[in-house]
């Protein structure tokens, strides 16, 4: 037997110890997909598809993202600071805890979109689409919030929630 040959066989035991590992870390601790978190940092993407896409703690801060489809996308975690979201199709897409601060969401379509425990501080929602989207425990301004409550109608379907009742409109 050669060096080589000698060299592989050794390897073989090692192989499979590290891919056990690897495979463990996947399935109990969830290690991989939130190593594998992309970033869309700056970049223009406007006109993309991303729907139905799992996005977790994926950062899209500055980007152009103008008429991107997002429905149906898990954003949960995302960063859309300081992001330009016009047209942005979000119908459905979960934003939970995600980063608005700063974005342009203008004329954006949220309908059904969960955005419980944003963070959407100096966020523009201006002409926004927001039939049946939950605002649970979402952080903004007072004024956007009254904003808001003028088109503000609709119940989630998937959390049963009262678009109305989770901006505090009638309070």
């Known amino acids: 037997m050669n060096c080589r040959d000698r060299v592989l066989v050794w390897m073989q035991p090692v192989r499979v110890i590290v891919l056990t590992i690897l495979v463990i870390l996947v ?12 970033s869309y940092n700056k970049e223009t993407l406007e006109g993309q598809d991303f729907s ?9 801060t500055k980007a152009s993202v103008r008429d991107v489809n997002f429905s149906g996308s898990d ?8 992001a330009n979201l016009e047209r942005a199709n979000m119908t459905g897409a979960n934003l939970t805890n995600s ?26 929602f201006d002409g926004a689409v927001i039939d049946g989207a ?4 979402a952080q903004m301004r007072d004024d956007t919030r009254l904003l808001l409550c003028k088109a503000a109608k609709g119940v989630n379907p998937v959390t049963q929630r009262n678009t109305r009742e989770t901006l505090f409109c009638d309070e």
């Open 134 to 137: 939950d605002f649970t425990d």
């Open 75 to 82: 954003l949960t975690g995302v960063s859309f600071f300081s």
């Open 99 to 124: 980063t608005l601060d700063t974005a342009r969401i203008t004329q954006t379509n949220l309908t059904n979109a969960i955005l419980e425990g944003a963070f959407a501080f100096n966020t523009k």
């Open 27 to 38: 399935c109990t601790v969830g290690v991989v997909p939130s190593a594998l978190a992309v």
């Open 52 to 60: 139905n896409r799992d996005l977790k703690n994926a950062s899209f």
